[in-house]
């Protein structure tokens, strides 16, 4: 699927502002082991700013720029045209060492009692992938998707306790059963096309969900315990990927001043063809 | 009259003394030493310290006490007996830590880029990854030169057949240099004739070399380059060593609010506007460095400093990340480091070192918490410490729940041996103190040791603790050619 994404964020403030360095991470993954392919990315920054970027430790692009002089707003629009492929399983990594970061806990994902009373049963199956989707449909049917009890900050412990959450909290609830019974898993911060990224359907377009290593052949599958669907399709559009929430926040950023910050983001994927 | 050094007592054998031999007779490079302080009457030396009070107080060579009353600052104790390094011996300690610098260099250039030694299963990937001073934003980051380490104070001590040791190596933001170079001043204007009998080693071009080391950093095609120091501020407790070195080398203090990022360069604010900065000589820790990245709380540093240093448009001395090397699990495989880059064995021995992440060294732990010293891995500054010796049985049992609950936390060693050496414990008495030594290496085209370094002494009867903030001195320390 090619599919279209226009997200737009913008920072308010009650006055005003100086000195904003910020931190985006909303460029398509680009990685050539992925079947997704990024056609375009364009990012605009108002005020104007001149827009820098690296690759992050887990091969994600980050996009930076500051502005110094004083502002009561900063727009931030990226736009990009991807190509979903097939499916979302990524090949997996030479380097198996790179998988040890993905095996423990991590800030929002703990080996709480909570998960180690929730994992136990599932310790009996052999096979680790199949394991991961026990997991998943376990969450997807017993968690209550619930906006608004929980934060950007909640821990997977805290998600626990509630039983409820967003699909960030259910991700990083997965990530953590996951890494607990010693499958390597990671936190993946994408879009979701047309069936939107709340159970019930209504379009959000954001999403979270995870990717567990299948093994070298297998490589890295999506699978996402907030839909039914649970794996990941043609419709998932991954930004990129780390230990959790915190390695991939959208946008991140520090200012100068004294004043009263309101966010709005609005998030559009259309289908191109 | 009672002549210094008559009534004093090298014993306990178990220890080092680093004047007298075992037998009692004084070691040959202390022999014009003793010879002169045998002469001393204690208005002599009650003369000679008063001029080196008023000196420091003069110069405010202090340091702050934390814990104790908020802001107190003290005079930094200097004993007036300097400590002295014969040359052959010094030139062990300078081969053993150039060996041991590069090969810590080399190590941290590999786990921040291609991470051979963890995937030769030299050293165990999780040890690295696992510990929180691995810095992810800085791998595949080219540092200039490839230095990571330009300043660097490993901890040496002597054990009782008086070999040396290392007993940590400190690769972040390591201080008391300060106190080394105004030892030196102090010793020379209250012992001038003593100082004239020996030929010692300068010490005093520290801080044209250090400004040297940090001009060798400098990005590419930056000549005359813009030097600053970034300094935590007043409330640090080795503010006077950001001052003072700062002045030394001509160059600017600062503090984070004073520097700028602006499209991913660094620059200082100036009454004239922005002023382009090159090198930062920070002794602000990694975590407070850059809010955007590092502890968004953090009121110490610069928002954006990160990413201009990845991109090459300033250099930072220490980099980021070496605290991974310094770890004290880390510390145990020094050895292996040394050997797996160098094709060496290690001049310089480590203190033995248990594991407690390792099944055997655990048990072995466990079953002699009686008689080791336990610490974390990650800790400094004596929290997290078990001293067996010291300790009831009840914290032996709550360590070994620690222990065994978090064994990758933990290691153990021997009861530490420090050597002694003749201190005034008090206005007139020679006590047989325990000391260190923490030399200086500076990195950058070259490696440069600056000859001894920072003799710290424990000026309590018995103390093995030669902290600053805990009762600890320091000496002048002498490398002398004979």
Known sequence: MILKVEHTTIFEYDSPIYETATEVRLHPDTSLSSPQRCASFKLQVEPAATIFDYTDFYGNVV??????????????LATSVVDTGNGQSVAGDDEEILLTDFTGESRYVHFDQGIREFTSMFTTLEDKCQLAEHICREINGT???????????STSAVVMALGRGVCQDFAHVMLAACRYLAIPARYVSGYLYGGGSTP????????????????????????????????ADERYIKIGSGRDYSDVPPVRGTYKGNAQEKLGVSVRVSAME | MKRYFETYDHGPLRFFDEVFSKEGTPRPHYGKLLQRFRQFSQEDINARREIINIDFRNQGITFTVYGV?????RIFPFDLIPRILPAKEWEILEKGLLQRITALNEFLFDIYHTQKILKDRVVPAELILGSRHFAREFVGVNPPLGVYIHVTGSDIIRDGEGNYLVLEDNLRTPSGVSYMLQNRQALKRAFPAIFGKYKVRPIENYPQELLRTLQE??????????????????????????SFLARQMGIELTEGKDLVVNNNKV??????????????????????????????????????????????????????????????????????????YLGEDPILQNVPTWLASNPADLKYILENLGSLVVKAANESGGYGMLVGPESTLAEQEKFAEMIVANPRNYIAQPTI??????SFINDSELYGCHIDLRPYVLYGKNVTIVPGGLTRVALKRGSLVVNSSQGGGSKDTWVIDE
């Open chain 2, 417 to 422: 041996s420090l050597s002694r050496h003749p």
């Open chain 1, 143 to 153: 968690f209550v998707y619930e906006p608004g009890i929980t934060d950007v900050h």
């Open chain 2, 217 to 242: 950093i400098a990005p590419p095609g930056r000549f005359d380059p813009n030097v600053v120091l970034l300094t935590p501020g007043i409330y640090n407790s080795a503010y006077f060593e950001h």
């Open chain 2, 69 to 73: 009353d908020e802001g107190i600052e």
């Open chain 2, 267 to 340: 620059y200082k604010r100036t009454t004239r506007g922005l002023e382009r900065v090159d090198v930062i000589y920070r002794r602000v820790d990694d975590s407070f460095i850059d809010p955007l990245v590092f502890r968004p709380d953090s009121r110490l540093g610069v928002a954006g400093l990160i990413n201009a240093y990845r991109k090459g448009n300033v250099a930072l001395a220490n980099a980021i990340g070496t605290g991974v090397a310094d770890d004290k699990v880390i510390y145990s495989f020094v050895p292996k480091i040394i050997r797996y």
């Open chain 1, 200 to 231: 019930d359907g209504r379009d959000e377009a954001s999403h979270a969900w995870c990717e567990v290593y299948c093994g070298k052949e297998k490589g890295w599958i999506g699978m996402d315990p907030t839909h039914k669907t649970l794996f």
């Open chain 1, 63 to 76: 996009n930076h720029f500051n502005i110094l002089q004083s502002h009561k707003k900063v727009k931030i």
